[in-house]
């Protein structure tokens, strides 16, 4: 017989930081630091107005001259390009280089990935929803900015019309248009809906 008890607070929050720290001892491949691999993948995965030093440093919970020296690093090595915003000349966009995305392809935090999807659909949906949860909470408690994507964000608009004509989303906090694939990235300016 299969005995049941309560799981607490501190039980889950234990299992998320040993979670963690297992996929941080993973980090050390092909000669990148955890910190660099967490940049590597933050700015695959962030949008036009999230690729930037700063956005990056908030992301990661650290400062801005931490995230700085990650990023140098990264630029020096060739996995990663600055070049002046065009929209804005003081911001500096950062790129992934091809040899970036190839690295990438072997990233070892796919060993987290490849747990999660152990788990069943609808298990996965619970973990999801309630990590979500526990990170909105801590964000607020510490009155850290909160990190999402286009469709749950209070500043989205799906299906505005520009002056092409053709269907296209919307920022409304920089009024600017968004291609399909820019509401699947992570975005700085994320405000979850209420």
């Given at each position: 017989m299969t005995v049941h008890s309560d799981v607490?607070?501190?039980?889950?929050?234990?299992l998320v930081v040993q979670l963690g720290c297992l996929t941080r001892g993973e980090g050390f491949v092909a000669d990148l630091t955890?910190?660099?691999?967490?940049?590597?993948?933050?700015?695959?995965?962030?949008?036009?107005?999230?690729?930037?030093?700063?956005?990056?440093?908030?992301?990661?919970?650290?400062?801005?001259?931490?995230a700085s020296q990650t990023i140098?690093?990264?630029?020096?090595?060739?996995?990663?390009?600055?070049k002046r915003s065009p929209g804005d000349g003081r911001s500096i966009d950062l790129t992934l280089t091809n040899k970036s995305k190839k690295l990438l392809a072997e990233d070892p935090f796919?060993?987290?990935?490849?747990?999660?999807?152990?788990l069943s659909?609808?298990?996965?949906?619970?973990v999801e929803h309630?990590?979500?949860r526990m990170l909105r909470s801590m964000a607020q408690q510490q009155g850290k900015r909160q990190f999402g994507k286009c469709p749950n964000c209070k500043y989205f608009q799906a299906d505005s019309s520009y002056a092409n004509d053709e269907p296209d989303h919307c920022c409304t906090l920089v009024d600017e248009p968004l291609k399909e694939v820019e509401?699947?990235?992570l975005c700085v300016n994320f405000l979850p809906e209420r």
């Open positions: 607490g607070a501190r039980t889950v929050a234990e955890f910190a660099q691999w967490m940049a590597l993948r933050y700015f695959s995965g962030a949008n036009r107005f999230s690729r930037t030093v700063s956005a990056f440093a908030e992301f990661h919970g650290t400062t801005r001259g931490t140098k690093g990264l630029v020096r090595n060739g996995y990663v390009t600055r796919e060993l987290l990935v490849d747990a999660a999807s152990s659909n609808s298990a996965s949906h619970i309630s990590l979500e509401t699947q990235q």
